[in-house]
């Protein structure tokens, strides 16, 4: 990948463009609370040719929000048990309102 093809994806929320420290810095936390959220399983940041880690921005929401749990004093193992289980839930609403849509009439008034 060339210097322009990295750059056209700076906008890819997906894109692990961060690399551990600066991770950490951006969200006011250590380097050991990321390795921490990836022990727990919350997040999975790649891993560059050099074996470094590199984190894409949704990583680093998903990580802001257990720091907040933790912060309130949730312990860690229990904030990213949270953090899975509001994604599944956010999952599930998701699917329950496309099944919703897809079981109303097409013209509600050719049902009356």
């Known amino acids: 990948m060339t210097a322009d093809d990295s750059f056209g994806r700076l906008d890819d929320d997906g894109y692990p ?3 551990m420290g600066r991770a950490a ?5 250590t380097q050991g609370f990321l390795r921490a959220v990836e022990e727990a399983r919350l997040i999975t940041p790649l891993r560059s040719a ?6 894409s921005r949704y990583q680093l929401r998903i990580a802001a929000r257990a720091r907040e749990l933790v912060d309130q ?3 860690i193992e229990a904030a990213c048990r949270i953090i899975i ?3 599944r839930l956010e999952e ?4 329950n309102a496309e099944y919703r849509r897809s ?7 050719a049902a009356a």
């Open 17 to 19: 463009a961060y690399t």
């Open 25 to 29: 810095d951006m969200l006011g936390t």
């Open 50 to 55: 050099g074996g470094h880690r590199r984190y």
């Open 73 to 75: 004093g949730t312990p």
């Open 85 to 87: 289980l509001e994604d």
């Open 92 to 95: 599930a609403q998701r699917i």
């Open 103 to 109: 079981a109303e009439p097409a013209n509600p008034t």
